[in-house]
Nanobody, 125 residues
Framework: QEQLVESGGGLVQAGASLNLSCVADESILVLHAMGWFRQSPGKEREFVASISSTGDMAEYEDSVKGRFTISRDRSRSMMFLRMNSFEPEDTAVYYC??????????????????WGQGSQVTVTS
């Protein structure tokens, strides 16, 4: 049974916007820092954004800074990724993940213990 479930992916045009959501089936999973990663065809999975346990600090991969915004709602055991100004290079499967122990945001995949199944985002030019 999946503990983290992403939703909101789909087919979008370049320049458009999309919201991804991640919901945890156990509230304990969202007590710590969380993050979004993505994997494009033929490439390794890479960091996109991370948010601290309290939601007051975030880190972003350079190519998404100013375009993507990560947020969370611990009361609903959810995390979000607002994506604006899509570029074709943003096409990927997007994964949400939780660290399980860290309070601070982290770009390192090894810090994450629980992963969702992924949500496909395809950007057309």
């Amino acid at each position: 049974q999946e503990q983290l479930v992403e939703s909101g992916g789909g087919l979008v045009q370049a320049g458009a916007s999309l919201n991804l959501s991640c919901v945890a089936d156990e509230s304990i999973l969202v007590l710590h820092a969380m993050g979004w990663f993505r994997q494009s065809p033929g490439k390794e999975r890479e960091f996109v954004a991370s948010i601290s346990s309290t939601g007051d600090m975030a880190e972003y991969e350079d190519s998404v800074k100013g375009r993507f915004t990560i947020s969370r709602d611990r009361s609903r055991s959810m995390m979000f990724l607002r994506m604006n100004s899509f570029e074709p290079e943003d096409t990927a499967v997007y994964y949400c993940a939780t660290t399980g122990r860290r309070l601070l945001a982290s770009p390192r995949q090894k810090d994450y213990d629980n992963w969702g199944q992924g949500s496909q985002v395809t950007v057309t030019s």
